[in-house]
């Protein structure tokens, strides 16, 4: 899905026209419709088309640092700032001191140095060879001990009794908003005329339908139908059993 074409389902999601959201974002109608359709070249650049996104989606209730990012990766990401550095680099290096001719006597010392460390560290090491570093095999390695939580028991695996299902078929475009018991976003985006998808989430699902009517829902592998009327803003709650929804 294009920036553009979430933008304009989350507004019309939102019920909200282009002139209600100029006057939210202070942005022209004419630069909304354009980005609306993937036109930036009313911003006057990427740096304003980049701001005039960021802004849209936050007045819209999606994420701006998100559809930032899917800007920039569209767009080659955003621009470098130029360091300073290299801007008044000199063409020339200046020399701070006058060239002086190699001092060959400190050369010589630092050369036997090196040679005399050389013998000591062979004779340390005796022949020479190099020195194993694998594991000592007189060692014997601990006993592994089972992982915490993981049993191989058929009956120790973990319940599904609170494990919630809910299957999204969209019989037209939709935008949804889907978190679970603890708040944390599992999706939010549009959902196009004929996709389908299917999310899990325990003890609890929390779903905004941003056109009831356009989806049909299985929860739990129960088919329920649409959540509300065509067009309208619906958010309901999922729990393990079908009949818990609300």
């Known amino acids: 899905m294009s920036i553009g074409g979430t933008l304009a389902a ?12 100029s006057g939210r974002t202070r942005i022209r109608e004419t630069v909304i419709y354009a980005i609306e359709r993937d036109d930036f070249s009313l911003c006057g650049g990427d740096f304003y088309a ?14 701006p640092q998100a559809v930032a ?4 990766e569209e767009h080659g990401g955003p621009a470098r700032p130029v360091r300073a550095a290299a801007v008044f680099q000199a063409e020339h290096t200046i020399k701070l001191r006058d060239r002086r001719s190699p001092n060959w006597s400190t050369a010589m010392a630092i050369a ?4 005399a460390v050389f013998g000591v560290t062979r004779v340390m090491s005796g022949s020479g060879d190099p020195v194993a570093t694998g594991p000592d095999p007189r060692r014997v390695p601990p ?3 089972p992982s915490v939580g993981v049993s191989t ?10 494990l919630v299902t809910l299957r999204v078929t969209a019989k037209r475009r939709t935008w949804l908003d889907v978190t679970d018991a603890k708040g944390k976003r599992i999706f939010r985006g549009v959902l196009p005329a004929g996709g389908a998808a299917t999310w899990k989430a325990r003890k609890l699902m929390k779903v905004t339908f941003g056109n009831a009517g356009g989806v049909d829902l299985e929860v739990n592998g129960r088919h329920i139908g649409p959540p509300g009327r065509s067009g309208e803003l619906v958010r309901r709650s999922f729990r393990p059993e079908a009949s818990g929804a609300r």
């Not at 507004?11 to 026209?17: P, V, Y």
């Open 10 to 21: 989350a507004r019309q999601a939102a019920g909200m026209s282009v002139a209600q959201l």
């Open 50 to 63: 980049r701001g005039h996104v960021r802004n849209i989606a936050k007045t819209l209730g999606l994420d």
């Open 69 to 72: 990012h899917q800007f920039d």
């Open 112 to 115: 036997l140095a090196l040679v």
């Open 143 to 145: 006993k592994s001990s």
């Open 153 to 162: 028991h058929p009956k120790a695996a973990r319940p599904a009794g609170d």
